[in-house]
């Protein structure tokens, strides 16, 4: 069992900048692969960008590639989300995944945090 607390969202201002955090507890942080995910209201959840457990290979979102940044920390158990040049349509629900396939389909993450809200006003 892992157990996800992320942190860091807020109201920003188009253009401004946020990171949100992801602790880890419980089992091997090392061991999964992270993923961030998204969901504004009314939408399905979408992928932002994922890290390998080991390598630190990443993946993005077409949406996301050039703004946003995911790193992890595996001394500190905890995945971040350095995000950019923040745009009105980024305000969601973020919420931080763990599983064991480097994927961009939610479905394969087997653990969920509670989500953190970023709102982005124009």
């Known amino acids: 069992q892992v157990h996800l607390v992320e942190s860091g969202g807020g109201l920003v201002q188009a253009g401004g900048s946020l990171r949100l955090s992801c602790a880890a507890s419980g089992r091997t942080f090392s061991r999964f692969v992270m993923g961030w995910f998204r969901q504004a209201p009314g939408k399905e959840r979408e992928f932002v960008a994922t890290i390998n457990r080991s390598d630190g290979s990443t993946y993005y979102a077409d949406s996301a590639k050039g703004r946003f940044t995911i790193s992890r920390d595996n001394a500190k158990n905890t995945v971040y989300l350095q995000m950019s040049s923040l745009k009105p349509e980024d305000t969601a629900v973020y919420y931080c995944?763990?599983?064991?396939?480097?994927?961009?389909?939610?479905?394969?993450?087997?653990?969920w945090g509670q989500g953190t809200q970023v709102t982005v006003s124009s």
């Open positions: 995944a763990a599983g064991n396939v480097r994927t961009g389909v939610a479905a394969a993450y087997d653990y």
